[in-house]
C-alpha cells in the first residue's frame, strides 16, 4: 500500500477542524487526535470523515476526536508544526455563549474529564504492568523460575506495584495538566496524600487528628483514583482566584502557598474521605455486579465494549478497572471482558479479509486484522469494518458475546493487569489455576473464531461489489 502522507492528513484535518487558530489545546491517545476547540461550530466533522486515511471523527464531551489509527503520534507531530506546538493554548473567549447545562452535557464533561485525567497515565500503568506480568510469567504460579525469595522476583513486585500505589502522584500531574492547574502543585498535592505520617495515622487508624481544627477522616491514599481527580478539580478554581487576586509582586510566592494551604482542609477533611468511600463503593458496586450477573454480565460486557469505544465511555469502565486492581488484585469482569472483545475484534478483521474480494479493501481489513493483532488496536477495526459496511457489528458483537458467555460460565478471572490489548493479553488470565488460564484461552480463541465466522457469514450483503469476484 502507499506511504501515508502524515503533512497532508494533518492539514487537512486542522484546517477542517476551523483552522489552527480554533484550536485552544491538543493531544493525542493511542489512536486518536483529540481537539479543544474555541468555537466548535467552525469544525465540519462530516469533511474530517472524508478526508483519507482518517478512519472517524466524532464529539465526546468537549472533545472532538479524530480516529487515525496506530499512526496517529506521526500525524500528531505535523499537527504541532501546523500550529506551532502551541498545544496548552488557552482562549476563555469571554463573549461565548454559556453551555447549557444538561444531564448529556454534565456526562460528557465526566467522561471527557477521565479520558483526560487517566489516558495520559496509561503509559506508565502500561510500565507498571508489564513488570507485574513478569512476575506472573517467571513466578512460581507459572514457569518457576524464580522464588518469592529471590531478588528479581522483589524487584519486579515493587516495580509492578509502583505506578498503582502512587497513582495519587501520577494522576495528580495528569489531571492537573487536564484543569490547567500548575502540574508541579498536583504532584506536590498527591505527595502530601502519600505521605508516610499520613498513611502511618491511617495504619494505626487514628481518629483525633485534625487539620487547622477541623476532624480529619484519616484514609490511606494509595492506590486511590478518585480522591485525587476532585480535589485538583477543585484546585484548579482556588489557583485560578489566587492568580487573579494577587497582585504580580506577591503572585509567584504566595499563589501557590495560599492554594495548597486552603486545600489542605478540603483536601484530607472532604474530598479526600468522599473520593475514597466512593472509589471503595465501586469496587464493592463492580464485585457485586460479576457476583449478580454471573455470565451473562460478563458476555454482555464483551460484547458491548467496542460499542463503549466509540462513544468514549469505556472510560467509566476504565477507572473502575483500576480501583478493582488497585484495591483486590483481580477481576472477574471487566477485565476478562475486555480481553475477549479484544479477540473479537481481531476475528471480525480475519474474517472481513477472507470475505472481501476488491484488493484495495481486502488488503486493508488484513491491515486493520494485523494491526488489532499484533499492536492491540481496536479503532481501525471498528471504524474502517464495522462502520464501514455496518453488518460486521453481528460478528463484532456476536462474538464478544459468544466468548464472554463461556468465560463468565466457567467462572475465569483476570489475575494480572495486562499491559496490552493484543494477542498477549490473554496472558491477564495467568497467576490463577491452570484451569483458569486453559478456559481464559479458550474464551478468547471461541471469540476469535466466532466473530470471523459470522462476519464471514453473516457480515456482508451477498450483492456488496467489495465481495464480488471479479472477471
Not at 510500565?127 to 518469592?148: E, R
Not at 463503593?281 to 458491548?304: D, E, N, R
Not at 459468544?402 to 494480572?416: D, E, F, M, Q, W
Request: proline share 4%; with cysteine.
Amino acid at each position: 500500500m502507499a506511504e501515508k502522507n502524515y503533512k497532508f492528513i494533518a492539514e487537512k484535518v486542522v484546517k477542517e477542524v476551523g483552522g489552527k487558530d480554533n484550536i485552544s489545546h491538543s493531544l493525542h491517545c493511542a489512536t486518536r487526535l483529540r481537539f479543544n476547540l474555541i468555537d466548535f461550530s467552525k469544525a465540519d466533522i462530516n469533511q474530517i470523515k472524508k478526508i483519507n486515511d482518517v478512519l472517524g471523527a466524532q464529539k465526546v464531551g468537549d472533545q472532538l476526536q479524530v480516529i487515525i489509527g496506530p499512526d496517529v503520534d506521526k500525524v500528531y507531530d505535523e499537527v504541532l508544526r501546523i500550529t506551532g506546538g502551541d498545544a496548552e493554548y488557552i482562549d476563555e473567549n469571554l463573549d461565548a455563549p454559556k453551555k447549557k447545562v444538561t444531564l448529556k452535557s454534565i456526562g460528557g464533561s465526566i467522561l471527557d474529564a477521565l479520558s483526560g485525567c487517566l489516558g495520559p497515565a496509561i503509559p506508565a500503568i502500561v510500565a507498571s504492568a508489564f513488570f507485574k506480568m513478569l512476575v506472573a510469567l517467571l513466578g512460581p504460579d507459572i514457569l518457576k523460575l524464580i522464588s518469592q525469595k529471590d531478588n528479581l522476583y522483589i524487584l519486579l513486585t515493587f516495580v509492578g506495584d509502583a505506578a498503582f500505589y502512587f497513582f495519587p502522584v501520577i494522576i495528580g500531574y495528569t489531571a492537573a495538566k487536564k484543569f490547567k492547574v500548575t502540574p508541579v502543585l498536583g504532584i506536590l498535592l498527591g505527595g502530601i496524600m502519600l505521605h508516610p505520617t499520613l498513611t502511618q495515622m491511617a495504619t494505626k487508624n487514628v481518629t483525633n487528628f485534625t487539620v487547622f481544627g477541623i476532624p480529619c477522616n484519616v484514609q490511606n491514599y494509595g492506590s486511590t483514583v478518585i480522591p485525587i481527580i476532585l480535589s485538583i478539580w477543585v484546585m484548579s478554581y482556588i489557583e485560578k482566584f489566587f492568580n487573579t487576586k494577587l497582585p504580580n509582586s506577591l503572585r509567584g510566592v504566595f499563589a501557590p502557598a495560599f492554594t495548597i494551604t486552603l486545600m489542605l482542609p478540603i483536601t484530607l477533611c472532604v474530598l479526600g474521605p468522599a473520593g475514597s468511600y466512593l472509589g471503595n463503593y465501586i469496587t464493592t458496586g463492580l464485585m457485586a455486579f460479576g457476583k449478580a450477573t454471573g455470565f451473562i454480565g460478563l458476555a454482555i460486557i464483551s460484547a458491548l465494549y467496542p460499542i463503549l469505544v466509540m462513544t468514549g465511555m469505556h472510560m467509566v469502565l476504565i477507572a473502575a478497572l483500576f480501583q478493582v486492581f488497585a484495591k483486590v488484585g483481580f477481576d472477574g469482569a471487566i477485565a476478562p471482558a475486555l480481553t475477549i472483545s479484544a479477540f473479537s475484534i481481531m476475528g471480525v478483521g480475519i474474517g472481513a479479509f477472507l470475505r472481501l474480494k476488491n484488493k484495495e479493501q481486502k488488503a486493508q481489513a488484513g491491515e486493520f486484522a494485523i494491526t488489532a493483532i499484533l499492536a492491540g488496536t481496536s479503532e481501525p477495526t471498528i471504524y474502517g469494518i464495522c462502520a464501514r459496511y455496518k453488518k460486521p457489528f453481528i460478528g463484532l458483537i456476536g462474538g464478544g458475546f459468544i466468548g464472554g458467555l463461556y468465560c463468565g460460565i466457567t467462572k475465569v478471572i483476570s489475575a494480572t493487569l495486562v499491559p496490552a490489548t493484543n494477542f498477549t493479553s490473554v496472558l491477564c488470565f495467568t497467576g490463577a489455576s491452570a484451569a483458569n488460564i486453559i478456559n481464559g484461552s479458550i474464551s478468547c480463541a471461541i471469540a476469535l473464531i466466532a466473530s470471523a465466522a459470522l462476519v464471514y457469514f453473516f457480515g456482508f450483503d451477498a450483492n456488496d461489489p467489495a465481495v464480488l469476484k471479479k472477471d
